[in-house]
């Protein structure tokens, strides 16, 4: 079992910067992933960004050159640097982790870009 508690979101202007964190607690062996997706209103949820065990990091085409995901492996954290947020990014932002041929999700961040 994987129990993820994501936390930073907040209130933000336009052009501003967010950074999320994603701390994970229990068992960490056989992880083949960990990534950050969001969910906006009305619409699906979608990935963000995502850092296989092994692989290279991939970003959605919307968010490349502005967002940057990163980890902690020692202390099981999972970090999304935000930078420069847009209106349309508004939305409750996940942490999410494969392992052991299951996925978790975190409770989720809600972060909002307005003026």
């Known amino acids: 079992q994987v129990q993820l508690v994501e936390s930073g979101g907040g209130l933000v202007q336009p052009g501003g910067s967010l950074r999320l964190t994603c701390a994970a607690s229990?068992?960490?062996?056989?992880?083949?992933?960990r990534g950050w997706y969001r969910q906006a209103p009305g619409k699906e949820r979608e990935l963000v960004a995502i850092?296989?065990?092994?692989?290279?990091?991939n970003y959605a085409d919307s968010v490349k050159d502005r967002f940057i995901i990163s980890g902690d492996i020692a202390q099981n954290l999972l970090y999304l640097q935000m930078n420069p947020l847009k209106p349309e990014e508004t939305a409750v932002y996940y942490c999410?982790?494969?392992?052991?041929?299951?996925?978790?999700w975190g409770q989720g961040t809600q972060v909002t870009v307005s003026s």
């Open positions: 850092i296989p065990s092994g692989g290279q990091t």
């Open positions: 999410n982790i494969r392992a052991g041929g299951r996925q978790y």
């Open positions: 229990g068992s960490s062996f056989s992880i083949t992933s």
